[in-house]
Structures are given as structure tokens and as C-alpha cells.
């Protein structure tokens, strides 16, 4: 679904990616680990079309980036650590607003629908600055599958949030992930990765260094203890 | 899979038709969005409304606006008025779009990047003319006169599409800056004085009542500079957004 | 580190001599001018640093449509060198324009069309400037800082048609604004010889200094660079 050759990104003189390869395939769930600055963020808003590659090859669903833009914006969902949305308006509005940008059919009944997934049915004509920052973002999830695409990305979804909007959050990533939509999500909460993801990628100095299935790992432990070599050996070894 | 994914697709071709369409309604999508959110917090448009009438309150002390004065100086002290409160607007409209990244959502949404610049500079100009059609009744009523003539009225139009095509895409710059409150009328001002010189001239020859032949110079050159400052601003607005 | 390259010092030394030679000329070759005697001399300098302004300017749009058709960092490097050479050179400019104007238009100021545009330059520079420091990513501020010397350079003579428009609408009652009323004169064959190497001589310099500020600006890139390697 995703698939990533020898992707460079720099910004001025800085290297950020380092011709990194990546590969998700469809229905997959891949949580991107690594330490700060490793450049997931900068990976991200590359797939999301929000920033040129430099060099390299980056194609989603097929469509390559950034020439064909257009297409993989149709099928891609983002969510940020910014939840998108516009404070003035009511969550109904800002979803109706999304709607038009995406031409979805039968809008009013989706809207409604996508409200009830992430359980903001009852407060659908209220200001989306009256929002706690849990619900805003649970909007912005709504708001990124409103025009149910085939991938979605999510940014440090849990950034900013306490245990209870957390939780919450977690059902509704699990939610999206169950219809068989692919899911790259970056974090360095290992714990909620773990509840998560069906893979585990490390990015550090701007490569993957280490790649691992759900299946091979036992417990939440042995994820970290993958993770912490996988950042302190530099020529860590794929998968 | 991936065997067949790396495999190149076509893009499907969409009719020149359904283009169109979807152009117009993402436009007007954004466009609606703003007007909505307006209608709600209502803070541009009173900032920038209680902003214009204190520049002319200003002005007033300032340039002792007498009957005598105020033929040849009215002109000016509206264009003015209307330049600095629309800054304002312009920064707040584009602030509004930065604070919780939603320039980012509407880069996402499938739509052309000129859509978003249309509809944002339409919602400006629609901010613009309100402020406008505030401040021309109260100055007319401050000052015993009437403004209200289709002449000026085409000016002011004329004017603030200039202003608000260069002002949208400057806007759009200025917030991704550091210093984003003090520079939209930095970079702003020396650019569009060539639509400002010419609108306080074609107000000022309506004001004066001096003859059609004189004012539609201005006028004819209003919408030259429109329709350049229009194509530039939009030609250039996917390399302010893009990353 | 790269040597300085040989042709620069060769530009160096030339402009130099080119330089002294343009003084001697002006001062000693060329005649005294009848009715405005020793301030006429400035005109010859007047000239050409606003020429070298003009240039800038163009060298600057030119760089920024180099750097958003193909990205490449050197564009914005010359891109800002000519702004900033041009920014000084334009100021230069208007204050021998106002050393002139002093004696023979009365007064150090007037919105004359050309005066009321080079301030206006500068002013767009100085935003030029402003907009640069404001931003932190070096890619953002380069494609921000070409669209707006593109921007400047439609908009300058747009200004200058409008403010011309102005002045023929409404004739000016104090003075005239135009050199050609008050203060014009023939140019003798000997003047002419001087204006025209003094034009060359700055264009020269133009080019020296322009050379320079390009190489320190790749310099410096280069320094960010590897100071980023280090601290990785």
C-alpha cells in the first residue's frame, strides 16, 4: 500500500531522511518508533503530500508522490498533534466543511455516522472550542475517515492527552484499524504502540534501523528492550 | 502485492466539466467556512470595524475636517482607513487558518491550491466591502454629505479586489513567519500602491465631480492592475503553501 | 576551503584601476558644466549607483525565478546578494540625488516619480529583509524571499507608470519635477566619454561585489553545514 525508495529529505543543509526505504503493506498496522528529531514527523507530512521529497521514490495506493498528489490525497486520512479543526465552528459544521472539500456522497447520514464512531453524536452542534483536547481530537480522527480512505496517518495522536481520552482514543484507533484500512502512526508512547500496532518500525538518524511483527514480540518488555538496542546500534540490523 | 503496486496507475481523467465543479465547490466551501465562523465570534469584522471609524476619528482631529478640506482630502482618508483595517482582517483570517493547523487540512483535502486561494481571498473581500459599506453611510452621516454614488462604489470594488489579491497571498506568507503581527503591512503596502494610488485618485476625481473622461483613466488602469495582481497572486500561491 | 578564484582577483584589480580612472575623469577630463558648476559632477555618480540599483533589482527577480523553477540553493544566495548590494547602492543613489537637488531645485526632497520609486525600492527591500529574518527553514525562506522580489518587480513599475500618470494629470505648481525642465543639460562629447565609463566602471563593481557576497554566502552555507555535521 505504501512503498518507499530511497527517500531524502533535507532541510537547508541539514539531512533529515537519508534514503530510507519503507513498505506497508494493505490492512497493516505499523506503529513508527524513534527518538526526537529522528524525522517521523518530517516522514509523515511527506506520505500526508504536505512536503516535497527531495529525492526518491514515494508511492501510495499505487499513485506516486508529489506529481500525482491529487489522487493519494483522496485516499489518505491524516490526524496531527493539531486537531485541524475550526474553533468557531460546531463539530457538524467542521465535518460538513470537510465534506465539501471531499465531495463525499450522502454527507448529512456519514457525518452522523462517523459522529456515532467517535461518540460525539450528542455533542454534534456544539463549538469545537468547547471541546476538551481528548474530544477535539477524536473529532479530528472523525474528521480525517469522514471520506473513508484506504490509509490513514496519525501524528502523535496521543500527545497532550490524560488516561481516561487516551483509552477512548485507543478504541476509536481500533475501530478504524478493524475495517482493514491501513495505519501508520508515529509515537513514543511504547505501552499504547504496543496495544496497537500490528508491526513495529524504529526510525533513528533518518533510516529504519529495525523492523519487527507483533507476533515475534511477547510482551510490552520485550518491546522496549527491541526498541532501546534498536536506537543505541547504529548498524542495527533490518527486522 | 507490492509486485502490482509498484506498477504505475493512471490517474483516472476527470471531464473539464466535473472540474470546474469541484473547483467551485471547494471554493465556496471555504468561503462558506469563513463566513460561518465569522458569523459566530464576529471578532474580525468588529475589530476591523471599530478600528476603521477610530482612523477616522483620528483623522479628524488630525486634519481639522472642515467643508473645505474634506473635498480634496476624503478620498485619501478612506483608502487609508480601508488599507490599515484591512490588514487586520487579512492577518486574523489567515491567523485563524495557522493557530490549529487547519492550512494543513485544507492542503490535504484533494482539491486544486487555487481553490483555497479563491476562496479565502473572496471571504477577505467580503470582510473588505462589509467594513466598507459600514464606514462610507458613517462618514457620510459624520459629515453631512453623501457618498453614495455607483461611480464610487465601482472604485471601491475595483480597489479592494486589488488589495485583497495580493493582500491573501502576502497574508499567507506573513503568518508562516516569526514576526507575523508586524509584517503583512511591511510587505504589503510597497507592493499594492499602485492600486491604492489609483483608487484615491478615481475616489478623489468622483469626490470632486471632475469630468467622467479623467476619473475612467483610473479607473481603466484599476482594472489592469486587478486582473495583473488577480493572475500573480494565484500563480504564486502554491509555492507559499508547499512545502 | 575553496581558494579565491584567480578571475576574482583579476575583477578585483581591474574595477580598482577602472574605479580611479572614473574619478580622474569626472574631476579633471570632463568640463566644468555652465550653470550648475561643481555639483553637476555628482550626476556622473548619481547615475551609475542607481543603474547598479536597477541591476540588482533584476538580478534579483531573475535569481528568484531561477530558484522556484529549479530549487537550487545558489539562487537564493544570489538572489539576496543583489538585493543587499542593491539596497546600499540605491540609498547612495538618493542622497547624491538630494546633494544635487539641494542647489539646483531649492530643496533636498521632491515626490518626483523617479526619487518617490527608488524610496519605494528601498522600502521593498527593507521588507525583502524583514520577511528572510522572520523565517526560521532555510527552504521556506528562500522560496518566500523569490516570490516576493518576483512580486517587487512587477509592482515597482506599476508604481512608477501610476505616479507619472499623476504628475501629468495634475502639473506640479512648485517647481518642476523633472530633470528635463530644471536642471537638464547637453551632454558635451568629453561629459558623455565620462558618463558612459563611469557606468561600465559600476556595472563592474556590481559584479566584483556581487561575485564576493555569492562566494561568502556559499561560505557560510557551507560553515552551517558543517557545524550541523558536528553536533550530530
Known amino acids: 500500500m505504501i512503498r518507499v525508495r530511497k527517500l531524502v529529505k533535507r532541510f537547508g543543509p541539514k539531512i533529515v531522511l537519508r534514503s530510507m526505504d519503507f513498505d506497508v503493506a494493505a490492512g497493516e498496522f505499523v506503529a513508527l518508533l524513534g527518538p526526537n528529531g529522528a524525522g517521523k514527523t518530517t516522514f509523515l507530512r511527506i506520505l500526508a503530500s504536505l512536503s516535497r521529497p527531495a529525492l526518491g521514490e514515494v508511492r501510495i495506493a499505487g499513485y506516486r508522490l508529489p506529481d500525482q498528489a491529487a489522487a493519494v490525497r483522496r485516499r489518505l486520512g491524516v490526524v496531527s498533534h493539531q486537531p485541524l479543526l475550526y474553533g468557531d465552528l460546531t463539530a457538524m459544521e467542521n465535518l460538513r466543511f470537510y465534506g465539501r472539500m471531499y465531495a463525499i456522497d450522502d454527507m448529512e447520514r456519514r457525518i452522523l455516522d462517523v459522529l456515532e464512531m467517535v461518540g460525539l453524536a450528542n455533542r454534534r452542534h456544539d463549538l469545537v472550542r468547547t471541546f476538551s483536547r481528548g474530544m477535539q481530537q477524536r473529532l479530528a480522527i472523525g474528521r480525517a475517515v469522514l471520506h473513508d480512505p484506504e490509509v490513514m496517518l496519525f501524528d502523535e495522536p496521543h500527545t497532550g492527552l490524560d488516561q481516561d481520552a487516551c483509552a477512548m482514543l485507543d478504541n476509536v484507533l481500533r475501530a478504524v484499524a478493524a475495517r482493514g484500512r491501513t495505519v501508520v502512526m508515529t509515537s513514543h508512547d511504547l505501552a499504547r504502540a504496543a496495544d496497537l500496532a500490528s508491526r513495529f518500525d524504529v526510525l533513528s538518524r533518518g533510516k529504519i534501523v529495525a523492523s519487527v511483527q507483533r507476533a515475534e514480540m511477547e510482551t510490552t518488555n520485550n518491546l522496549l528492550a527491541f526498541y532501546r538496542q534498536a536506537v543505541s546500534e547504529p548498524e542495527a540490523s533490518r527486522g | 502485492m507490492d509486485e502490482q503496486l509498484s506498477v504505475s496507475v493512471e490517474v483516472p481523467r476527470v471531464g473539464l466539466r466535473a472540474q470546474t465543479a469541484n473547483f467551485l465547490r471547494a471554493m465556496w466551501a471555504v468561503v462558506w467556512k469563513d463566513l460561518a465562523a465569522e458569523w459566530r465570534s464576529r471578532e474580525l469584522l468588529t475589530g476591523m470595524l471599530v478600528f476603521a471609524l477610530l482612523v477616522i476619528l483620528i483623522f479628524n482631529f488630525a486634519l481639522e475636517l472642515d467643508a473645505k478640506a474634506r473635498a480634496s482630502v476624503t478620498s485619501g482618508v478612506l483608502w487609508v482607513t480601508f488599507a490599515f483595517a484591512g490588514t487586520l482582517g487579512l492577518n486574523r483570517s489567515m491567523a485563524a487558518e495557522k493557530d490549529r493547523g487547519c492550512l494543513d487540512g485544507l492542503l490535504l483535502a484533494p482539491v486544486d491550491r487555487s481553490a483555497i486561494y479563491f476562496g479565502k481571498a473572496i471571504g477577505n473581500l467580503i470582510f473588505m466591502l462589509i467594513v466598507e459599506l459600514v464606514v462610507l453611510p458613517v462618514y457620510s452621516v459624520l459629515y453631512n454629505t453623501n457618498l453614495f454614488s455607483p461611480g464610487l462604489l465601482l472604485v471601491i470594488l475595483l480597489g479592494s479586489v486589488g488589495y485583497v489579491a495580493v493582500g491573501t497571498l502576502l497574508s499567507t506568507m506573513a503568518v508562516q513567519a516569526r514576526t507575523r503581527d508586524i509584517l503583512l503591512p511591511i510587505l504589503l503596502f510597497p507592493l499594492v500602491l499602485p492600486v491604492l494610488i489609483a483608487a484615491v485618485k478615481a475616489s478623489g476625481g468622483i469626490l470632486q465631480s471632475v469630468p467622467w473622461e479623467e476619473v475612467q483613466v483610473w479607473i481603466n488602469l484599476l482594472v489592469v492592475y486587478d486582473v495583473i495582481f488577480v493572475s500573480i497572486a494565484f500563480m504564486f500561491f502554491d509555492y507559499v503553501v508547499e512545502e | 576551503m575553496e581558494a579565491k578564484p584567480r578571475w576574482l582577483n583579476v575583477l578585483d584589480i581591474l ?93 533636498w526632497w521632491t515626490w518626483d516619480p523617479r526619487l518617490t520609486t527608488a524610496t519605494i525600492v528601498e522600502l521593498i527591500y527593507a521588507a525583502y529583509i524583514m520577511l528572510r529574518q522572520g523565517i526560521e527553514d532555510p527552504d521556506r525562506r528562500a522560496r518566500f524571499g523569490a516570490v516576493y522580489a518576483i512580486l517587487g518587480f512587477i509592482s515597482v513599475p506599476l508604481t512608477f507608470i501610476s505616479i507619472r500618470m499623476l504628475r501629468t494629470i495634475h502639473p506640479v505648481v512648485i517647481g518642476s519635477s523633472d530633470p528635463s525642465a530644471e536642471g537638464s543639460f547637453n551632454m558635451s562629447p568629453k561629459m558623455r566619454v565620462a558618463f558612459f565609463f563611469s557606468l561600465f566602471t559600476f556595472s563592474m563593481f556590481f559584479a566584483d561585489l556581487l561575485w564576493h557576497r555569492v562566494r561568502m554566502g556559499k561560505l557560510a552555507a557551507k560553515v552551517e553545514e558543517l557545524r550541523l555535521k558536528v553536533s550530530a
Not at chain 3, 55 to 78: H, M, P, Q, T, W
Not at chain 3, 89 to 102: D, N, Q, Y
Open chain 3, 15 to 107: 574595477t580598482a584601476i577602472f574605479f580611479v580612472a572614473a574619478v580622474l575623469l569626472v574631476f579633471v577630463y570632463t568640463p566644468m558644466e555652465r550653470t550648475m558648476g561643481q555639483v553637476q559632477k555628482v550626476f556622473y555618480f548619481h547615475v551609475a549607483t542607481a543603474w547598479v540599483g536597477m541591476l540588482g533589482f533584476l538580478v534579483a527577480a531573475i535569481a528568484g525565478v531561477s530558484y522556484l523553477v529549479k530549487g537550487e540553493r545558489k539562487y537564493d544566495i544570489i538572489g539576496l546578494a543583489a538585493v543587499e548590494i542593491s539596497l546600499v547602492f540605491f540609498f547612495v543613489a538618493i542622497v547624491m540625488g538630494s546633494i544635487w537637488a539641494r542647489p539646483i531645485w531649492n530643496t
